[in-house]
Structure formats: structure tokens, C-alpha cells
């Protein structure tokens, strides 16, 4: 997952992306209003798993986490050890305009406004809230940066730990969490 | 409405508190904080009104008071009774009823947590929703929702033109918006 370009990469790297793209496991946790399409995405109608877009139960056997509308503070502390907890390759879509910008929630005291300063964020998906046909077309856009390999937002997390830690800790007032060391 | 008139009658004599049936299975009484707890286990021990369906408070911030709303209900008249008491609004304080309903416990810890109403004698947790709260609680009608969004969560440009869309839609149809109802409005 070094390289950047599609053409750079080796052949192991191709095959590696290639299963990658085509068996994305989602953590089952939903936040926010949203979560309420994803039933939907994946029933007989849309049948996400056509995509090979199906469910994992821990965050340790799943590969994308959905971020389904506003996060509250308190949620964030969860969704943070979430995705730590997660293997790499790991992916993250934001999902719906609460996670862009506030959303209809700009000036809750309670939820954060903009998802990617305090996880890195691959794919968001707009609208309030998005259909299957969004959530789907998220996915292929989700793909096809994992096929060209550029979806390494994880290594970036890992880089620039100092400064999501910084935000988080805004927010967190009270931090109380364990270290990983993946 | 006899029903309705014999309890609103009994907690008249014994309390002496002002009251009106506000329509069929509907009484309404306002008493003094003092004497709240006395009249809901009146009704709950005498006449049969065992059922607590909701604890509220209302934030009346040009009286400096909160308004408290205890609603209760008998399964066998089949009727509700709101009582309905005022409670200063600095250094809030009201009895604490959960021995009377422990389920009374969840409602007085989350008035405590969103109004900072004290309930001398309330055992739980101080956080109820929130976590490592230390502002003014915020569902006071002071607490300042934006500003307090706005220096805490980062604010993603490109909002700023975002327009009201009352203002927008009154706009089209001609309609007035009333002075009060300004006030809520984004400027
Ligand atoms: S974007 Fe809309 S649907 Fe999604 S969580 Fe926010 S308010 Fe709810």
C-alpha cells in the first residue's frame, strides 16, 4: 500500500487491492440518524453485497467504518477507540452533511462539526440523508481509490497522530484511553 | 366530568391549592413547591393515582423560574392530574420525590444535569447523557448553544451564507414573522 500511482504498482500489490477492493467487511455501528439506510442498502432492493459490502461484528474483522450522521462528543470517544481498535487496511466514510459541516446540527453543543479532524476520513457520502444509491456510489468511490491504491488515510493517521490527538483531546475532556500499538 | 370533579374537589379541601379541569380526564393544579410532594403521595395513597407518566420542566426565564410539571394518572378513574409548581431559578432546589416513584430517580438526574435543578437526597450518577460536562447546563434558556459550537467544534467554511430558511420562505409568501419568534431567527 506504498505506492500512490496505479501504474507504479507491482503485481502483488495489484492482486493485493484487487481482493481488497472486492471484500469490504463494515463494522456494524451506526451513529446519528443514517444508520436507518443502511438495512436498506443491504436487503434484496440494493443488495450491496453484490459489491462484496457486507457486515462485520468487531472492529478487529472489519475493514470500513461507516460514520452515520452527527457524532455526539460522547460517541466520539467510542468511535475513536473503534477504529484503533481496527487492522489495517482500514477505511473510513462519512456519511451524511452532519459529518461534513454540522449538518442541521452546526450549533449543537453536543455533536461535532467536521469528522476529519479528529479521524482521517476516505470517502465522504453528502446528503441528508444519502439513499442506497449514494451509499453504494460511496462504496465504488471507495474502491476504486483502493484499486489505484491512494485509500491510506490509516498510514497518514498513524503519521500525523500528534495533531488527531490534539483535536480529540479538545473535545475529550476527560481522557481516559488506552494506548495502541499497531 | 364527575370523575374529574371529585378528585380536583378532595385535593382542594385537604390542600387548598388553585385548580380547573382543563377538559375531560384532564385536571390541572398549581401548588407550592412546599407542599408538591405531600399532594402526589395524597394521590397516590388515597385516591388511587399510582401511575407516574412524566416529570418536566420549563425553562421561564423572563419570571426567573423554572416551571416543574409532574404528571400522574390512575388506571382506574382513568384520568390525568398535571401539578404544576414554580421554583426560583438561582440556586434551584425542589424535594426530591423518588421515594415515592423510583422511577421519579431518572427524571430529577437529568433536570439536575440540563437545568442544574438540585435535588437534595438524589443518589446517581452526576453525569446522566452528557460527559465531563463542566459549562452551564445546557439546556438553559441563557446557555448560548451556537457560540459555545462555535468555540469548540471546528466550523467548516462555506456556511456563512447559509440563509434562514423561515426568513426565506416568509419571504416568498409575504407572511410576517412576530417579534418574539425573531428572536430565535440565525442574526
Ligand atoms: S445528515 Fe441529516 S440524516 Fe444524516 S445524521 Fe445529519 S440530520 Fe440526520
Redesign the interface.
Known sequence: MTSNNKDKQTIVEYIQNWSRKHSLFVMAYGTGCGAIEIPATMTSRYDAERFGIRGAATPRQADVLLITGYLA??TL?RVIRVYEQMQDPKYVIGFGSCT???GMY?????????LD?YIPVDVYINGCMPRPEAVISGFVQLQKQIAEGTANNAAKYKENLEWYRA?QK?????WRMPDYNW | MEKENKILEAIKVAFNVEGHIAREKRVMITANKDIVSSILLFCKNQQGYIHLNHMSVVDRIEDGKFELNYIIWSPTEKVTIMLKTFIDRENAEMENIDSIWDQANTYEREMREMYGIQFPGLIGRQDF????W??MP?MRRD?D??A???K?????P??EDAKDVREELTKQSGEVIPDFAKKYSRE
Open positions: 462528543t460522547k470517544k461534513i459541516n454540522g452546526y450549533d449543537s453543543y453536543n455533536t461535532i462539526n467536521a479532524r483535536n479538545k473535545i475529550i475532556k476527560n | 447523557a452528557l460527559e465531563d463542566d459549562e445546557p446557555f448553544t451556537h459555545y459550537a462555535e469548540t467544534f471546528y466550523q467548516r462555506g456556511r
